[in-house]
Nanobody, 124 residues
Framework: QAQLVESGGGSVQAGGSLRLSCVPS?????????MAWFRQASGKEREVVAS???????KYADSVKGRFTISRDNNKITLYLRMDSLEPEDSAMYYC?????????????????WGQGTQVIVSS
């Protein structure tokens, strides 16, 4: 059964950094998937953080531009999210998501595969 497994979350102080990882298992042709990171803070809707398409094209939410970097290693079959200059507002559960339909939409409903999430807490 195909799964997405996130790791790397934790508690940091404002200004700190974390690197999240997402390892898909049971997927054929990882390089054919549009991959994305979403986050959901308590009491808020899930929102896209960043995406990376099959050709490496990346997109970022305005709130994280210049601070977060999404990348993928098709040989290691791993998705990453490097988060620098973290702010308390970045605290949320972070989810890895995948679709074979290309990064044509950043709506959560566009993505058919989801991980269980990894918690990020940023203290001031």
């Amino acid at each position: 059964q195909a799964q997405l497994v996130e790791s790397g979350g934790g508690s940091v102080q404002a200004g700190g950094s974390l690197r999240l990882s997402c390892v898909p298992s049971g997927y054929s042709y990882f390089r054919d998937y549009c991959m994305a990171w979403f986050r959901q803070a308590s009491g808020k809707e899930r929102e896209v953080v960043a995406s990376i398409d099959r050709d490496g094209t990346t997109k970022y939410a305005d709130s994280v531009k210049g601070r977060f970097t999404i990348s993928r290693d098709n040989n290691k079959i791993t998705l990453y999210l490097r988060m620098d200059s973290l702010e308390p507002e970045d605290s949320a559960m972070y989810y890895c998501a995948a679709t074979r339909s290309g990064c044509y939409s950043m709506s959560s409903s566009w993505f058919e595969h989801w991980g269980q999430g990894t918690q990020v807490i940023v203290s001031s």
